[in-house]
């Protein structure tokens, strides 16, 4: 029974330690012990713990809060890179004149004319034109509205490619393959023995094909940024000359126009010819001449006589 009593005051005893020290624990972290965070809301006191102070430069505190949580800040409108291209349709009476118009208002806002292809009114089709137009991307707007100025645009349609990153990627890229073509280069003047010089000149070679390469793809990348791609398309309102299913007498028309080509042809062959077959027939005939001559100096075979032609040897009796 003692025992027992004994056993229960230790744990008694035991547990209001426990009690009392975490009490006390508590009770430093609300004093402002350094290391203890702030719970009641007030900005913490960065002159008592100089450790915990935010380094200039970093993101943490206020700026934090500022910038929403620490999330990326999107790149400004200014450092977005974009590829316009897109089609656009008109439908004027001349679509020929029309294409001198559009590449004039394009050579005017800084562009150009990459490809142009046209064609004139036929029986059964009307004219039509077809122009590539680059121009600067922030003068697309004020070409649009020059066009539609200039005559009836059916559709325009315009898409935005977004490539931001991968200029940003290929001006890391450019900058690494530099940085390692400048550190070969200073490589290549201290290298000690012949084996080295060779294998430095061989990675360099390479590193600086790569350097061409990315400036190339870099290039071709800022050029589709700052130029547009418009393809200009442009038809006419009206057809020249009779449209629909073609009559007997377009097909007969049609088909005197094809026999008078193949006779133009066919004359055309033959007088050709003319001067091959005089020069055969000339060939022929000396031949001929030749072929007779000799016929003429051959003996003339023997005729037999003419008594014994006559007069035929009686035959012999058959003996029996």
Do not use: H
């Not at 230790?10 to 009392?20: H, P, W």
């Not at 999107?74 to 590829?83: M, S």
């Not at 290298?191 to 071709?220: F, I, K, W």
């Amino acid at each position: 029974m003692t025992r027992r009593l004994l056993s229960m005051a230790g744990i008694v005893i035991a547990g209001s330690v426990l009690l009392t020290g975490c009490g006390a624990l508590g009770s430093q972290q609300s004093a402002g012990e350094p290391g203890a965070p702030v719970t009641d809301g007030s900005a913490p006191d960065w002159a008592e713990q100089p450790d915990l102070a935010p380094q200039p430069g970093s993101d943490s505190g206020g700026d934090e809060g500022a910038s929403g949580g620490g999330q990326p800040e999107e790149a400004p409108d200014e450092d977005r890179a974009v590829i316009i291209s897109g089609t656009m349709s008109m439908r004027v009476g001349d679509p020929i004149t029309m294409a001198d118009a559009v590449a004039d208002a394009a050579e005017a806002r800084g562009g150009s004319i990459d490809r142009r292809a046209e064609g004139a009114s036929t029986d059964f089709q009307p004219a039509w034109a077809m122009l590539t137009v680059r121009v600067p991307a922030a003068q697309v707007e004020d070409l649009l509205t020059a066009l539609r100025g200039l005559g009836e645009v059916t559709s325009v349609d315009l898409g935005e490619q977004v490539v931001t990153n991968q200029v940003r990627d290929l001006e890391v890229r450019v900058e690494a393959s530099r940085a390692s073509v400048d550190r070969l280069t200073d490589l290549l003047t201290t290298a000690a023995d012949t084996e080295t010089l060779l294998e430095v000149e061989a990675q360099l070679t390479q590193r600086t094909s790569e350097l061409e390469q990315l400036l190339s793809e870099q290039r071709a990348l800022e050029d589709q940024v700052s130029m547009s791609t418009i393809e200009v398309r442009i038809s006419s309102t009206t057809v020249e000359g009779p449209t629909g299913t073609p009559s007997f007498w377009d097909g007969l028309v049609a088909g005197w126009s094809a026999f008078l080509a193949w006779g133009a042809t066919a004359l055309y062959a033959l007088g050709q010819s003319i001067p091959a077959l005089v020069a055969l027939a000339i060939l022929a005939l000396v031949a001929w001449l030749v072929i007779r001559r000799l016929l003429r100096r051959l003996p003339a075979p023997a005729a037999a006589p003419a008594s014994a032609v006559a007069n035929p040897a009686p035959k012999a009796p058959l003996v029996e």
